[in-house]
Each structure stands twice: as C-alpha cells, then as structure tokens.
Nanobody, 119 residues
Framework: VQLVETGGGSVQSGGSLRLSCVAS????????MSWYRQAPGKERELVAR????????NYADSVKGRFAISRDNAKNTVYLQMNSLKPEDTAVYYC?????????????WGQGTQVTVSS
C-alpha cells in the first residue's frame, strides 16, 4: 500500500493550494480518508475527513469555510482544496487511509507534503 501526496509548496497569505493523495495497493472506496497536518513543535492534528462514499465530511474548526476535502474513488485519489491560506496553516500535510473490518484496523499514511504560507 502506498499513499503519495503532491501539491504542496510555498504561497503567500490569502493564496490557494490543492493537495492530492493518490493511493495504490488498496481500494479507496473501502477507506475513510483524512488529511492531517503537523507544524514544527506541535502534534499532528486532523484537518479534514471524508467517509467512504464521500457523503459526509468534517473539518477542524480552524479550516472550516476555507478548506474542502473531496474524493474520486474511481481515480483512487483524495484532494484537499485550501483557500484563503494563513501563515498558521504552515505544516507538513499527511494523507491517511483508515478502515475497520472484522475486528481489524487498517491504517496507512503518506510521506507528507510541505505547505508554507508567508505573510
């Protein structure tokens, strides 16, 4: 199983970025997909999550109204559209795939992509 994030980079405050996470070795539609981030000196935190069919999403309060998570199960890809970026959004962003079935938990992480927002 491999999750590969792309789309990170450096942007000025107020700008936008779109992160992508391409999954291989698993059937994306079986997994709850999430984006997390970790800033220097801070714990990893949940940014956004989408259920298997994408019908339900939830967001950290700090990104509500600015970020949008979506998924294309046919392409095995999850996206995070980030608008109105702020310097406090600077972090490494990680894609996570999670599934619980028959008493087992399957949990996978990508390698992360750096997002830097300058004021």
């Amino acid at each position: 199983v491999q999750l590969v994030e792309t789309g990170g980079g450096s942007v000025q405050s107020g700008g936008s970025l779109r992160l992508s996470c391409v999954a291989s070795g698993l059937t994306l539609s079986w997994y709850v997909m999430s984006w997390y981030r970790q800033a220097p000196g801070k714990e990893r935190e949940l940014v956004a999550r989408t259920t298997t069919a994408g019908g339900s999403t939830n967001y950290a309060d700090s990104v509500k109204g600015r970020f949008a998570i979506s998924r294309d199960n046919a392409k095995n890809t999850v996206y995070l559209q980030m608008n109105s970026l702020k310097p406090e959004d600077t972090a490494v962003y990680y894609c996570n795939a999670n599934r619980r079935a028959l008493g087992n938990e399957f949990d996978y992480w990508g390698q992360g992509t750096q997002v830097t927002v300058s004021s």
